[in-house]
Every structure is written in structure tokens, then in C-alpha cells.
């Protein structure tokens, strides 16, 4: 079963984040770490990778914080993914990364089921951006006086 781990997830949560205060400036690790549930040490690896993916920049001093790269709109849900889990192929054989060898390649009909399900992960995760997440939140949370998470 492909399953994205707790990085590609929880990544996902944090650059949402982000982008829900895009307008606010920076943002620090700490209040990602708390509206988000997620640990901040686990939080301070995921932003190293998303920042230096180019994904994510940052301030330091005791008015820094994060913030998006590029507008909400710019960043896609694929492009965290890959950052953060590497190639969204469910089989080695179609691999963008890493390429492997098989002698069945040829002859592989099921090669054609894998290379069909990697095209159609990846058009879902390309088609959805930041804001798209944050136009959803806004409207779940229009009329409601708590929080929804993703």
C-alpha cells in the first residue's frame, strides 16, 4: 500500500500553515508547532528540508520566523511532497529518482498499472496548491467559532 509517512503529512500541515499567514510576515516554529500539534523538534527538520528545497526562507534573531518562498498560490502540494518523501512512484521500476534495473521491463504488463497509478498521484498533488488549502479552510471555518485541522 503507498502511503505518504508522517514527513509528507505533516509537512503539508506546516507549509499549510504558512500559508494560512502569508499575510502576517513571518511566522515562528514554536506557533506552527502548537496550532498544528506537531512536535517542534520534528517541525525544525521538516522546515531544514522544505527550506532547502527553496520551498520555505527564513529570519533569524529575536524577531525572525518562517515564511513561504513564493505566494500560496506558486507552491503545489507535489512539490512539498517530493521534497520531503522523494519520489511519489508505488514502484521501484517507474522510479524518477532512482532508477532500477529489471530484466522484465520489457515484457512487464503491470509496469503499465504502476507507471498509470504514479501519472495520476501526481496530477492530483500537481492540480491542488496552498491556496487552494487555505480557500477550503476558510470556507469549513466560515461559519464556526473553532479550528479544523488537516
Not at 121 to 131: A, F, G, K, P, R
Not at 132 to 140: A, E, I, T
Request: charged share 30%; proline share 2%.
Amino acid at each position: 500500500m503507498f502511503r505518504l509517512s508522517t514527513k509528507g503529512r505533516y509537512g503539508v500541515r506546516a507549509m499549510f500553515d504558512l500559508a494560512l499567514h502569508y499575510d502576517e510576515g513571518l511566522v515562528s516554529l514554536k506557533s506552527i508547532a502548537e496550532r498544528q500539534e506537531i512536535s517542534e523538534h520534528y517541525l525544525e527538520q521538516l522546515i531544514a528540508t522544505l527550506k532547502k528545497a527553496g520551498l520555505v526562507k527564513s529570519i533569524r534573531g529575536a524577531q525572525g520566523g518562517y515564511m513561504l518562498s513564493r505566494e500560496p498560490s506558486k507552491i503545489t502540494i507535489g512539490e512539498i511532497l517530493r521534497a520531503l518523501e522523494g519520489s511519489l512512484s508505488p514502484a521501484e521500476c517507474i522510479d524518477d529518482i532512482e532508477k532500477v534495473d529489471c530484466p522484465r521491463a520489457d515484457f512487464c504488463v503491470t509496469k503499465k498499472v504502476w507507471e498509470k497509478v504514479k501519472e495520476a498521484i501526481e496530477s492530483v498533488v500537481d492540480s491542488i496548491t496552498l491556496q487552494d488549502l487555505v480557500d477550503d479552510y476558510k470556507k469549513m471555518t466560515a461559519n464556526e467559532s473553532y479550528m479544523f485541522y488537516i
